[in-house]
């Protein structure tokens, strides 16, 4: 099927921003999200679009982080503004298709197919 590939995390400080990439260029008919995953947490989702290109956000991002998706659908952006350091983690892209296209709330994990190796993000107070 392909790989899902992350790219764009590093560090900053608070209040600084990052744009994630996801390069999905084999899903473009899937749903795609955002998970990420701090240390000695489980990974949570982030934000979420569904089958109407329509994105969900986790409640401490919102405002703050907007996701977005190129017109082929081929790959997926994560704009970060104003990162904290609780934001700071491990950021994996994700690819399903089902239930991971539903309206209204982020998937959870075990609904996505495919997932990337994940980026690293890290923000210093």
């Known amino acids: 099927q392909g790989q899902l590939v992350e790219s764009g995390g590093g560090s900053v400080q608070s209040g600084g921003s990052l744009r994630l990439s996801c390069a999905a260029s084999?899903?473009?008919?899937?749903?795609m999200g955002w998970f990420r995953q701090a240390p000695g947490k489980d990974r949570e989702g982030v934000a979420a679009?569904?089958?109407?290109?329509?994105?969900t956000y986790t409640d401490s991002v919102k405002g703050r982080f907007t996701l977005s998706q190129d017109n082929n659908r081929q790959t997926l952006y994560l704009q970060m503004n104003d990162l904290k350091p609780e934001d700071t983690a491990m950021y994996y892209c994700?690819?399903?298709?089902?239930?991971?296209?539903?309206?209204?709330?982020?998937?959870?994990?075990?609904?996505?197919?495919?997932w990337g190796q994940g980026t690293q993000v890290t923000v210093s107070s």
């Open positions: 084999r899903y473009g008919s899937y749903c």
């Open positions: 679009m569904d089958r109407d290109g329509v994105a």
């Open positions: 994700a690819a399903g298709f089902g239930t991971a296209c539903y309206p209204g709330s982020i998937p959870e994990r075990y609904e996505y197919n495919y």
